[in-house]
């Protein structure tokens, strides 16, 4: 697997001296059920401001490296429109994120999942071709028969594919072009779907590698007043490291865990849609509080690489 800590990512964005290790508390578990909204005294961020280079006629941008800076703020990569429009739920689950296992209790999760009743209708994410619909009797798209249901597999332009997955009612046929909003099916519980909801997958490269998906909070475009943070946990040789990660601002709190083997890419091994906001990130390795504060804008992507030792 390519090493992270080769990636840049070259945008517009805040640059700061690393934060070395610090001593501190250690953070809440996560659970394995979708956090609520806690309250927190209020916490004062270190004055770490975002700092770029004006543009001028002579001027260099400055280009942020997440490797040296505290943390990248990027236009990402945001490709795809949410499949669930009002009045539909179009919020992820959070007990069950993309690269989870709900604590050992699932399969690792290749996609997010969108709880809805049965019959929500469900939109394409982008304007595309459909190359498979109808329900996956053959190991095709995953490693079982009928694992999937009833799905809608579209290809996108630059090697992008999205999978719609637990469908009640398919809506298009393979072969046919699609428009980015277009009712493509309804939500359902078809396959091994545990309770009605979309199961939305991004995959890049093969659309048949089960293990080509990438996390969909991180190229599904944000509402107004919120982005995505992706964080790379990674030891000094480039390695991805696992860890339980608390992530709060003064009145929020979330907990994740670094994605299961295998899920970890170039770019993150962690990642979560987020209103903008600054948070303070933190979580224990080998017996060290590691903590960043990084800042979420609207509708943009935020990087983090936190090296451990």
């Not at 095709?140 to 694992?147: C, G, M």
């Not at 990674?234 to 709190?253: F, L, W």
Request: proline share 9%.
């Amino acid at each position: 697997m390519k090493r992270i800590w080769l990636f840049l990512v070259f945008a517009l964005a805040s640059c700061a001296p690393a934060v070395t290790p610090v001593a501190a508390e250690t953070p809440p578990l996560p659970t394995s059920t979708p956090p609520a909204t806690l309250a927190f005294p209020s916490v004062t961020p270190p004055p770490v401001t975002p700092t770029a280079l004006l543009p001028s006629p002579t001027a260099t941008l400055i280009q942020c490296n997440p490797l040296v800076a505290e943390f990248c703020v990027t236009e990402g990569h945001f490709l795809f429109q949410n499949p669930i429009l009002p009045p539909g739920n179009p919020f992820v689950e959070a007990a069950y994120r993309y690269g989870s296992t709900q604590n050992g209790l699932r399969e690792p999760h290749h996609g997010v999942e969108f709880v809805n009743a049965t019959g929500t209708p469900v939109h394409a994410a982008a304007d595309g071709w459909v190359v498979f619909a109808g329900p996956d009797e053959e190991a095709v798209y995953s490693p079982w028969k009928n694992f999937y249901g009833n799905i809608v597999v579209i290809r996108h332009s630059d090697g992008f594919f999205t999978l719609y997955a637990h469908l009640s009612v398919v809506n298009v046929q393979a072969g046919r072009q699609v428009a980015a909003g277009e009712k493509i099916g309804e939500v359902g519980l078809t396959g091994s779907a545990d309770g009605s909801h979309l199961h939305f997958e991004v995959r890049r490269g093969s659309v048949e590698d089960y293990f080509s998906t990438l996390n969909p909070e991180l190229w599904l475009m944000p509402p107004a007043g919120e982005g995505a943070l992706a964080i790379s946990v990674v030891d000094e040789s480039g390695k991805p490291r696992r860890a339980e990660i608390t992530i709060r601002s003064d009145d929020e709190a979330y907990f994740i865990k670094t994605y299961e083997e295998k899920f970890s890419t170039m770019e993150e091994n962690a990642g979560l849609a987020l209103r903008a906001n600054r948070y303070r990130i933190a979580f224990v390795y080998g017996g060290k509080i590691y903590e960043r504060w990084a800042e979420v804008q609207s509708g943009k992507l935020t990087q983090v690489v936190i090296i451990v030792k």
